[in-house]
């Protein structure tokens, strides 16, 4: 279902500092890519296709140079292209526009009313 916040990403200068952070605090599952540029964050049991039980979501680690320094939560939509329209239509701005992310879908991030950059998720 579409406007449900289904992901989060949290920025990090040193990728093995904040991965022994978050393993450590929290117990979290990290999985990085061969480039350390990011870490699946796995929060909670999760299957093939996500999360296996409600109520939690997992998300990421990544390096501090996406359009925003600070955490952000992702927002699943339908269609990235009609969502960026609407917000820019209620005074947001698109940050970064439709990117795709290897076969499983696209993101985007925008500024909403308040500043706050956020992110959306398009699944393949």
Do not use: C
């Amino acid at each position: 279902m579409s406007g449900r916040v289904v992901h989060f990403e949290i920025p990090f200068g040193d990728s093995d500092r904040a991965k022994a952070f978050y393993a450590d605090a929290f117990g979290w599952n990290l999985d990085t890519d061969a480039g350390n540029a990011y870490s699946i964050a796995t929060t909670g049991p999760t299957g093939p296709d996500g999360p296996s039980e409600p109520g939690f979501v997992n998300g990421g680690l990544r390096r501090r140079e996406s359009p925003d320094d600070r955490p952000m939560v992702v927002i699943d939509v339908d269609d990235i292209d009609e969502t960026l329209a609407k917000i820019e239509s209620l005074g947001g701005s698109t940050v970064l526009g439709k990117q795709t992310v290897g076969d499983f879908g696209h993101t985007a991030y925008f500024k909403d009313v308040e500043g706050n950059i956020m992110g959306l998720w398009q699944g393949a």
